[in-house]
């Protein structure tokens, strides 16, 4: 598999308890390295271009206004396989059902407040880093 670049969140609910270190250092120990991060206040309008593809699920509108409760931190991360070694780092998208060890398992709160956001394919990945990143800012 080749090097790979996907797009990460730190999610509020992660930043309000201070937990940006113990995530990324969950991220750099499997192999995924930050090349590009940055700390941001979405608004509330922001995070449902963001989310988008979520616009018809019922949950859309408690999502966005979770994404513009606090501070959140976008980042790019590099390594072999990035996509799905990141989304396996994480763990499911509810707590309950994440494996031991993982991101989400350990620090996630409930299905919404979940701690992490990862890209789920290549094109998502391209599309999302675009949304937050300008080239000059990933540095590989
Ligand atoms: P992900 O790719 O694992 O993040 O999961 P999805 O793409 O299915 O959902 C996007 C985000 O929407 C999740 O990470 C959650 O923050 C939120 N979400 C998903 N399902 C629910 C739900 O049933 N209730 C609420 N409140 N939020 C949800």
Do not use: W
Request: proline content about 4%; glycine content about 8%.
């Amino acid at each position: 598999m080749a090097v790979q670049r996907t797009f990460s969140i730190i999610k509020p609910d992660a930043t309000k308890r201070n937990l940006t270190g113990a995530i990324n250092a969950k991220f750099e120990a499997a192999g995924l390295r930050i090349v590009a991060q940055k700390r941001i206040h979405l608004t509330k309008a922001q995070a449902g271009v963001f989310y988008a593809v979520h616009a018809e699920r019922p949950f859309y509108d408690e999502l966005c206004e979770f994404m513009a409760s606090e501070p959140i931190v976008v980042q790019v991360l590099e390594g072999e396989d990035a996509i799905a070694k990141n989304r396996e780092v994480m763990g499911a998208t509810n707590p309950a059902e994440a494996d031991e060890g993982t991101i989400r398992k350990e620090f996630a709160l409930s299905i919404g407040e979940n701690s992490v956001h990862g890209s789920d394919a290549p094109e998502t990945a391209a599309e999302e880093i675009a949304y937050f990143f300008s080239g000059l800012e990933l540095v590989g």
